[in-house]
């Protein structure tokens, strides 16, 4: 019996190494056919192989929209550090789970936009010619997209510039949802922002204190007067104060870099408090599991404490596009733009972003 199983578990591993291998040397994409004379051609970045070194400003087809979906004339795109995922295929196990194995199996990139709606399927009656609109799609950095007329699309009010539009998507959701639906900010409340400068940190400042939170938020010295301009009552230099070695408690700890350990953060949370993690890490430090690592971390550690302390997820919603833009068209959120690139210098503008230095966004135009 014993050598039974010996050899079953090893012609299983046998198996999975030869379906490893196979799938790996099989994995390829349409990059040749994509770019090999397009009729009706459209400028998008577009790459074959993982890697920044790899993007390349190509002509494409023009998309064309299905029943359902809208095609949308790109204005502008923002970068992210979820972009950068799909770039360096990384952390690995994202290449197994159907972003390629050896190569990215989606040749097109980016994935915040805001545009004119060109053309519609015709099941589509959302949306129509001529409406400009912002959101969430695959392959943004491109003069055109098609996506689907419902999940993260939203109709753009005119006073937003398709820039403060294109900001809006992944950072600010991530930054409401952590604050009104994971954290649940109320008035008075003491939140820490680890991360206050960059993409979803300066729109969490501004919404923790429309909640009527005392916001604390962290970041460089060269970024201190920026998160004060967002509102933050305090501001800690991580380059001369560790938060977690302070004596203040937290109602709530939004962390964006997730460079201290759970129990050190922790440590600075009120017996009730709630620690929520959103991001952390750079393109090259994912490993094989990056975030979902700290999923499985915080979901067994926080069992063991009083605090509720788990990752979070940030969800697509049209009904959260829209009250961001509103917030903005108010003058509630200011939209913090670091720097503005052309299409052709995403290349330029992905490097920059994976430094894990922006203030606020990174910005794409395309004409
Ligand atoms: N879970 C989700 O749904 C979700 C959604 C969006 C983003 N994310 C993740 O959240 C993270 C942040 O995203 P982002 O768009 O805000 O990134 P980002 O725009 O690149 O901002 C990074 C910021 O981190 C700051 N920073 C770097 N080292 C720091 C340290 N030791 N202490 C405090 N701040 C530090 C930088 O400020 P300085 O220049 O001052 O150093 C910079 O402003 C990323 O890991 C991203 O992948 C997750």
Redesign the pocket.
């Known amino acids: 019996m014993k050598r039974f199983f010996k050899w079953l578990f090893s012609l299983i591993l046998i198996g999975l190494l030869a379906w490893f291998l196979y799938a790996y040397a099989t994995s390829t994409n349409d990059f040749q056919q994509q770019t090999a004379a397009p009729k009706n051609p459209i400028k998008a970045i577009v790459y074959s192989d993982y890697g920044v070194a790899n993007l390349k400003l190509l002509d494409i087809e023009k998309p064309a929209p299905t029943d359902d979906q809208i095609l949308v004339r790109v204005h502008a795109a923002s970068i992210?550090?979820?972009d950068w995922h799909f770039i360096e295929g990384t952390p690995y196990v994202m290449r197994a789970m159907g972003v390629g194995l050896r190569k990215p199996k989606n040749i097109r990139l980016g994935s915040d936009f805001a545009g004119t709606v060109e053309a519609v399927g015709k099941n589509v009656t959302q949306y129509k010619p001529g409406d400009e609109v912002f959101g969430g799609s695959a392959g943004s950095w491109a003069q055109y997209l098609c996506r689907r007329s419902t999940g993260s699309v939203a109709l753009k009010p005119a006073a937003l510039s398709f820039e403060q539009a294109a900001a809006i998507n992944?950072?600010r959701i991530?930054a409401l949802q952590a604050v009104r639906d994971h954290g649940k900010v109320q008035p008075g409340q003491k939140v820490l922002i680890?991360?206050a400068?960059?993409?979803?940190?300066t729109f969490a400042v501004q919404i923790a204190k429309s909640y009527g939170a005392e916001v604390t938020g962290?970041?460089?010295a060269?970024?201190t007067e920026l998160v004060q301009s967002l509102g933050a009552d305090h501001v800690i230099d991580?380059a001369k104060d560790d938060f977690t070695k302070g004596d203040q408690r937290y109602d709530v700890v939004i962390d964006?870099?997730a460079?201290h350990s759970l129990s050190e953060c922790r440590k600075v949370l009120t017996p009730n408090g709630i620690y929520v993690m959103?991001?952390?890490?750079g393109a090259i430090e994912q490993g094989f599991l990056g975030?979902i690592g700290n999923v499985l971390k915080a979901q067994l550690y926080s069992r063991f404490v009083k605090q509720k302390m788990g990752?979070?997820?940030?969800q697509p919603s049209t009904a959260d596009l829209t009250l961001l833009a509103g917030m903005v068209e108010s003058g509630k959120l200011k939209t913090v733009i670091d720097r503005t690139y052309k299409l052709d210098q995403v290349p330029e503008a992905v490097r920059y972003?994976e430094e894990?230095?922006?203030?606020g966004k990174v910005i794409v135009t395309v004409d």
Do not use: D, L
């Open positions: 992210n550090p979820y992944i950072a991530t680890n991360g400068s960059g993409g979803v940190g962290v970041c460089s060269r970024n991580y964006n870099v460079n959103i991001g952390g890490g975030a990752f979070m997820m940030a972003v894990g230095h922006a203030r």
